[in-house]
């Protein structure tokens, strides 16, 4: 489901990080931008995930955003043609 480069990862290998939420600058502008997009928004789940993941808790809100719709009926019309 992913492609291309992503600016969320380069940043966090660059920092030396395992995920945004050991950032301090968290959530910067490109967490922001990514949270306001209409079809890859999610209302807040991923930066609550985030926090969950940095305080330790592995529980993990699901995103249920457009985008991620999208790509489960991708696969199940690929699971389809089987």
Known sequence: MFWGKCDKAICCIEKELEHCGECSDMPCQKLRDLFDD???GDHGARL???K???DGICTYEKLGN???EKAKNLKAIDNTND
């Open 38 to 40: 209409p079809e890859h």
């Open 52 to 54: 969950n993941w940095k």
């Open 66 to 68: 457009t985008a991620q």
């Open 48 to 50: 609550r995930n985030l």
